[in-house]
């Protein structure tokens, strides 16, 4: 009986939601209301079970990856005066379980957004951030000198544009910054 449940089910761990994908027929597509954590069957062939973390994540860029596992190397950001810096950062990203507006008056999406424009699994995910946040750091940041990226003023306040960057394009996927 065990074995039966396990190939026909999915458990969706505390802290996550689930998202199901009906294959064809009736209900096609992504569902649109979350799954709560527990038990839920699918079946083979016609339905799927996504599971989305309701947690903080992480997105690290690391001058020493290797002693952080998962984080991706340290952000080469070239200057205005030909320097090319390291960055370290850290995003502590979220997913929206619904589609609304966040508190600031921000649409997003919710989690069918993330999955149908961005992919089901955490390293497509992980990746798209990476690559959204790279763009956008280097983008503000290459605007300063060597000299004005080490005067804490002006590099937070290129921070903040490239963070307002991210928040834009990373809402409407359903993901939070």
Not at 1 to 6: E, G, I, P, R
Request: proline share 7%.
């Amino acid at each position: 009986l065990t074995s039966v449940a396990f190939f026909f089910g999915t458990v969706i761990p505390v802290g996550h939601v689930g998202v199901r994908k009906v294959a064809f027929g009736p209900g096609q597509g992504l569902s649109e209301s979350s799954l709560r954590p527990g038990y839920h069957w699918t079946i083979p062939g016609y339905s799927a079970i996504y599971v989305v973390p309701q947690t903080v994540q992480l997105v690290d860029f690391d001058r020493a990856p290797a002693s952080n596992p998962g984080a991706f190397s340290a952000l080469n950001v070239p200057t205005v005066d030909g320097t090319t810096l390291d960055v370290d950062v850290t995003l502590f990203t979220r997913f929206y379980p619904e589609r609304g507006v966040d508190a600031s008056g921000l649409a997003h999406g919710g989690r069918g957004d993330l999955i149908n424009s961005v992919g089901p699994t955490r390293q497509q995910w992980r990746k798209y951030l990476s690559q959204v946040a790279e763009n956008e750091l280097k983008r503000a940041l290459s605007a300063l000198s060597t000299v004005d990226f080490y005067n804490p003023e002006k590099r937070e306040t290129q921070v903040k544009v490239a963070e307002e960057a991210m928040r834009k394009a990373l809402a409407p996927l359903g993901i939070e910054l």
